[in-house]
């Protein structure tokens, strides 16, 4: 009898995948009835296995073909019964058993040859296969290593990006499922798509996504982002112009549920929508018969032109048909209702006689315009509100900043009680501007026309919110607004503050000093007004790591905008609250290491 002897592969090992132990049955091969065999052993080798082999389906192992004693496992097709001896061939599977003594054979791959357990093509040590449980050792039967999708070592190397988490298993984790109550499972969800496509393009390791995703988190649900006012501009357009005082915030949360917005809580019925507002309002504007409120000062105004003026005239100087930002133009605006524009005078004279010799049966209203972002200066003339109220019809005064009475800081600012006094019809004005509030639209004036306008089918579609009612209510009756304490700082406690804030920057190594500035209103308000303040003066490269460096981007310190002039960044203090002055140190300090 010939001894027969196993062959392996050079080191040992199965042809492996990553993927579980073969999945076919036994093989269904009919007994082999040829000579005793010569081949070298048999293996669960695929479909062309060379002589010596047995074919079978994924069924029972067929038998020896010299004893009749079991035989190694087949596959798909089993084949005559005259198969030489020795061997069996068959598909990927569990392992079939010897082809001379019956003792269990190891997994194969598709293509062995005789007494190999390897894959054709793969070199010896080598996995085969997709992702998935370890395969058995050719000689021991062993579990064998952990392979990848390309066939790399059996050791377990490979491409590391099959260790990537998948996006159920990374929201699990506890800081993002308490990530989502606070800002939703979408917005979740797409800060850790971006982590796994970091993972998978090998900017992180994967073992990092979790905290990748944690560390990608916004503040809030919402984009905007609360910014340090450093510009030196107190009514900044840019950034939201006036900012809220703390009561108004306070009454912001707390409308925010349900309130009785619309309801009489006493009777149960229906109630003055905003009635604590408007009275607050018509209380801060005493020569006001009635009041109103939409939601910005073009609004009411364009609501003014609606109602008192579509299809007839309106007279206006042409020296105050402005431009605001964004190339806002307000004879568009007036033109848009159905009014006529009546233009009288030049850009810088118009006088009573101008606005006379423009009156006749087709006459609205006159209008008169605050230029608030701009001035004309030397041979000048203006008709004064109390000159336009004696030729009759009604006079509305745009006074656009806002200022509801007289203030000492800024004397010649129009203010909506003296024009009220002075005999205006009707005055509108912005909420969110030197008052303080919130973007709305203020409408002042005799009641029978304040009735007129909210009555107005327009008036429907320019109503104001719960919140801006409440954030109203609140400037108007609680503690003055920020707008007016930073008005009336005095210019040598700002450069006090400067002083403490510039020596703390020198101590951490920055280059910092104290300048004399000039702030401005801004906004619409106070044009050519300077405001006597001071700013830390940095140098310029200090300007975009203070808005959106990383340690803003990653939550550290708030956004600090400055101006740049003369090639440095000031940092003027006139608008930034004193409680912030640390803040700002913070964020100074942590844009230093970058720049």
Request: charged share 15%; proline share 9%; hydrophobic share 40%.
């Amino acid at each position: 009898m010939v001894a027969l002897v196993e062959t392996r592969d050079g080191a040992g090992n199965s042809a492996t995948g990553t993927g579980r132990p073969g999945t076919g049955r036994p093989g269904t091969g009919s007994p082999g009835t040829g000579s005793p065999g010569t081949g070298s052993p048999g293996t669960s080798g695929d479909a062309t296995s060379p002589p010596g082999t047995g074919v079978g389906g994924t069924g029972r192992p067929g038998t020896d073909a010299r004893t009749g004693s079991p035989g190694p496992h087949g596959d798909a097709a089993s084949g005559p019964a005259t198969r030489p001896p020795g061997t069996s061939v068959g598909g990927t599977g569990r392992p079939g058993t010897e082809g001379r003594t019956g003792s269990p054979r190891t997994h194969g791959d598709a293509a062995s040859g005789p007494g190999t357990s390897e894959p054709a093509t793969s070199p010896p040590g080598t996995t085969v296969g997709g992702t998935g449980r370890p395969g058995t050792d050719a000689r021991t039967g062993s579990p064998g290593p952990r392979g990848d999708a390309a066939g790399g070592p059996g050791a377990g190397g490979g491409d590391p990006r099959r260790l990537v988490p998948r996006t159920d298993a990374v929201l699990a984790d506890p800081r993002l499922v308490a990530a989502e109550q606070r800002l939703g499972r979408a917005l979740v969800k797409e800060v850790v798509s971006r982590a796994l496509q970091a993972a998978r393009s090998g900017r992180i390791p994967p073992s990092a996504v979790a905290d990748a995703a944690v560390a990608g988190l916004p503040a809030g649900p919402a984009t905007l982002t609360p910014v340090i006012n450093a510009t030196g501009v107190l009514l900044h357009t840019n950034l939201g112009r006036a900012p809220l005082s703390a009561a108004a915030r306070t009454a912001l949360q707390d409308a925010a549920g349900c309130t009785d917005v619309e309801f009489d809580l006493a009777t149960g019925q229906r109630g003055r929508r905003g009635r604590g507002t408007l009275a607050a309002l018509a209380a801060a504007v005493p020569a006001a018969e009635a009041v109103a409120v939409v939601n910005n000062n073009a609004a009411a105004l364009a609501l003014v032109a609606t109602a008192l003026a579509a299809g007839k005239q309106i007279v206006v100087s042409r020296g105050e048909l402005i431009e605001i930002g964004d190339g806002f133009r307000l004879p568009d605006l007036l033109q848009s209702t159905g009014a006529q524009l009546r233009e009288v005078g030049t850009t810088n004279r118009t006088t009573l006689a101008d606005y006379r010799a423009a009156l006749g049966p087709d006459t609205g209203f006159l209008l008169k315009v605050h230029t608030s972002n701009y001035r004309i200066e030397g041979f000048t003339a203006e008709a004064t509100i109390a000159e336009l109220a004696g030729l009759g019809p009604p006079v509305v005064a745009d006074i656009g900043s806002g200022l509801l009475a007289p203030t000492l800081v800024l004397p010649d600012e129009p203010d909506a009680d003296s024009a009220l006094r002075a005999g205006a019809a009707l005055v509108t004005a912005s909420g969110d501007k030197l008052l303080g509030g919130p973007q709305a639209g203020l409408l002042l004036g005799q009641a029978g026309l304040v009735r007129q306008l909210t009555r107005h089918p327009l008036a429907r579609a320019l109503r104001v919110d719960k919140l801006t009612l409440a954030a109203l209510e609140a400037t108007l009756a609680g503690p003055p607004p920020p707008v007016a304490a930073s008005l009336a700082t005095g210019a040598a406690r700002l450069g006090q503050r400067a002083t403490r804030l510039a020596d703390a920057l020198a101590a951490a190594g920055v280059d910092a000093r104290v300048l004399s500035t000039q702030a401005a209103v801004g906004g619409g308000g106070a044009p050519g007004v300077p405001l006597p303040s001071a700013a830390v003066s940095l140098p310029e490269a200090f300007a975009a790591e203070l808005r959106w460096g990383d340690a803003v981007r990653r939550g550290e310190v708030p956004p600090v905008v400055g101006r740049v002039a003369a090639g440095r960044l000031l940092l003027d203090l006139r608008a930034v609250p004193p409680a912030d002055d640390d803040r700002v140190a913070e964020a100074v300090i942590a844009a230093a290491t970058a720049v």
